[in-house]
């Protein structure tokens, strides 16, 4: 036991035994003086009644042991040691919990870069296909590649559909296909195509779907029709990139419309230049 320990023992023990001495002194103070009588075979006087109970307390008094006063000290170092291990079972859980806050946050940020990488990938795969396709375009030699000019998939997705979502709205303010901007857009980015030729197609064929033959096919592309201008613009977008490419040549125009190859392959060029 430690000299701090010893020193709280030894007043803990005293202050009880100084505390029995009190309480019997004060028993003794407040009972009735004690009668005594002649004893007339011996001629001595003989206490009994209360003042006998405070003798026989005085002398239990005097009897307390320090086995008895630490008895009474039991309980105090358990409460000192309670409060010391308490005050350890906190830091220990304090500790635990730091702990494992750090592990759930260190985990969150590998998960966050890790999805921060898979994005730049995939976007990284999106921004090389669209130059592999623009190149075999230009290889082509076809007087849009100088008419049109070149559009620039290597400043990332959000920036690329905000840019063209933005002028593709502006060419399509007055149609029926206003405010689908973005969809021409993010779908030109998914495919890896000119995001100004499937709007500016909408023109040629349709007015920009004023004048559509089926339902939502503003481009008439075959006998399809659509139940929502998202569902054909994408579904477009995507017919381009796979039957066609990157975008206009007169190669595909004649492809497009055989019957009027010039004027579509045209007017097309124009209302890309628009946007």
């Known amino acids: 036991m430690g000299s701090a320990s010893k020193n709280i023992r030894n007043t803990v023990i005293a202050a009880v035994s100084a505390a029995a001495v009190v309480v019997a002194i004060a ?3 407040v009972v009735a003086p004690t009668f ?4 007339r075979s011996s001629g001595e006087a003989t206490t009994f009644g209360i003042g006998k109970s405070t003798a026989s307390l005085t002398a239990s008094v005097a009897n ?16 000192v040691t309670d409060t010391a291990e308490t005050s350890v079972l906190a830091t220990s859980v304090n500790y635990d919990v730091m702990v494992g806050v750090n592990k759930v946050e260190e985990r969150r940020e590998a998960e966050r870069r890790a999805a921060e990488e898979a994005e730049r990938r995939a976007q990284q795969e999106k921004i090389d296909q669209a130059a ?17 000019g070149s559009v620039d998939f290597s400043v990332g997705k959000e920036a690329f559909i905000a840019e063209w979502g933005a002028r593709i709205d502006a060419y399509l303010s007055h149609s029926v296909l206003a405010g689908y901007g973005e969809t021409f857009a993010a779908a030109a980015w998914e495919y890896g195509v000119d995001p100004r030729w499937s709007p500016a197609i909408s023109n040629t064929e349709s007015g920009n779907g004023f004048n559509c033959f089926l339902p939502h096919n503003a481009w008439g592309w075959g006998s399809s029709s659509w139940s929502s201008w998202s569902e054909a613009i994408n579904a477009h977008v995507a017919g381009l990139a796979s039957a066609y490419g990157y975008s206009i ?17 045209n007017n097309t060029i124009s209302q890309m230049q628009l946007i």
Not at 64 to 79: G, H, K, N
Not at 132 to 148: F, I, L, S, T, Y
Not at 250 to 265: D, G, V
């Open 132 to 148: 592999a396709n623009e190149a075999a375009w230009r290889a082509m030699g076809d007087g849009a590649v100088n008419a049109v």
């Open 249 to 265: 040549t007169y190669a595909f125009a004649a492809k497009y419309c055989p019957p009027n190859t010039q004027h579509w392959y």
């Open 64 to 79: 307390i042991s320090e086995t008895d006063a630490t008895a009474a000290y039991s309980e105090a170092p358990l409460a």
């Open 36 to 39: 005594a009588v002649a004893d």
């Open 27 to 29: 028993a003794a103070t």
